[in-house]
Structure formats: structure tokens, C-alpha cells
């Protein structure tokens, strides 16, 4: 009985958190970034001011809250992870060390809050931000992978990690992009329909390559 309290009350408290998380995520990069390109300097300054410090907190502390509660759900889950579920939690996990080790920490350049280079901290905090954006959706892919009921039943989602070619394959991509993140350039991503069209192909090609290879 204990376990299936900690269980639900653990699926519960990482929803909602993950909500408030990626719901902000959204919010800088589909509103925020897009207002701060076109805002007057006085507005622009009210904003960071009194608007992008409130923010900033609910979406830092709901990416670690939303990666503490995963760690107890993987814990729960034990041995019976899927290959799409290992995926889901890598990606969780880059997005929330990309909001704590780049985003909040050049944030605070931009907003402020310490000294240093506001141009280039503006430009690796966009990068990181548009980089979790793009893993958003195939996170979202990963985390319900092994519960879409149809797929599962026909046998098309993978049950078990093992380590097929797909899975491999999968991890390797998901890296290669992350050093994108932290070394890399924007490219494509710097518009919010190229993040969107890119988030959309990467969840395609996850979904292939994890069950085709």
C-alpha cells in the first residue's frame, strides 16, 4: 500500500512540476524571447526587472523538482524500464542541467544580477533554451513511449532497455545535440517554427530509429 502511494502521489507531483516547467519554457521562447525583440528600452527594462526574475524561479525550481520526483519514479520502476522511457529520462535530465549549469547562470548576466558579457550570455542562454525546447517534444515521447496502449499491445514499442542498435543510436543523437547546447550554434532553432518543425522531426526520427533499428 505504501508503494503505491509513493507511486501515485510521485507520477502526480512530476506532472504538475513538469507542467509549471516546460509550461515556462514555452512561455520565454514562443512569448518572452519574441516580446524582448520588438519591447522600447524602458519597457524592456520594467520586464526583466519585476517579470523575467518571477519567472525564472518557478522555471528553475520546477525543472529540478520535475527531475527529483524522476528520480524516484525511476527508482519505483526499478528493472522494468523501457528503451523509450531511458530516453525520455536522459533528455529530462540534459534539459535540467541546461537550465542550472547554462540558462540561470547566464540569465543572470542578462538580467543584471552580476557582472559579465551580456551579448554572449544572452547568446548561450537562447541556445540552451531553444535546445530544451527542442528536446521538449521527444521527451514527452520518451516519458509516454511505453503507455501507448495500441503500440504496445502490436508489439511496436520496445519493453525492456536492452541495448539494440536503436536504442544506441538514439543516445548517441541525443549527445551529439546536447554538445550542440553547450559548443554549438543555434542554426535552424533561432526562429520559434524552426525550434517547433525541428522538435516535431527529431520526435519522429526517435520514434524510428528506437523502433525500426
Known amino acids: 500500500m505504501t508503494y503505491v502511494l509513493i507511486d501515485i502521489i510521485s507520477r502526480w507531483a512530476h506532472v504538475l512540476f513538469g507542467i509549471t516547467w516546460i509550461g515556462l519554457l514555452y512561455y520565454f521562447n ?3 524571447g519574441e516580446y524582448f525583440k ?9 520586464v526583466k526587472a519585476k517579470l523575467a526574475t518571477r519567472a525564472l524561479w518557478w522555471f528553475r525550481w520546477g525543472a529540478m523538482f520535475t527531475f527529483l520526483t524522476g528520480v524516484v519514479l525511476l527508482g519505483l520502476m526499478g528493472k522494468n524500464l523501457s528503451g523509450f522511457i531511458l530516453v525520455g529520462a536522459t533528455l529530462g535530465i540534459f534539459m535540467m542541467l541546461n537550465v542550472w549549469l547554462i540558462i540561470w547562470p547566464h540569465q543572470k548576466v542578462v538580467l543584471g544580477l ?7 550570455s544572452a547568446a548561450k542562454a537562447g541556445l540552451a533554451s531553444r535546445t530544451n ?8 515521447m520518451g516519458m509516454l513511449g511505453s503507455q501507448h496502449g495500441a503500440a504496445f499491445a502490436a508489439g511496436m514499442v520496445p519493453i525492456t532497455v536492452g541495448y539494440s542498435t536503436g536504442l544506441m543510436a538514439t543516445l548517441g543523437l541525443m549527445v551529439v545535440l546536447e554538445l550542440n547546447a553547450v559548443f554549438g550554434k543555434m542554426g535552424p532553432m533561432a526562429s520559434v517554427k524552426g525550434v517547433i518543425h525541428l522538435s516535431i522531426v527529431l520526435t519522429v526520427a526517435m520514434v524510428a530509429m528506437m523502433v525500426y533499428l
Request: no cysteine; aromatic share 8%; net charge negative.
Open 30 to 32: 514562443f512569448v518572452q
Open 38 to 46: 520588438e519591447a522600447s528600452k524602458d519597457a524592456l527594462g520594467d
Open 114 to 120: 552580476k557582472e559579465g558579457d551580456i551579448p554572449t
Open 133 to 140: 525546447t527542442l528536446f521538449s517534444a521527444p521527451m514527452l
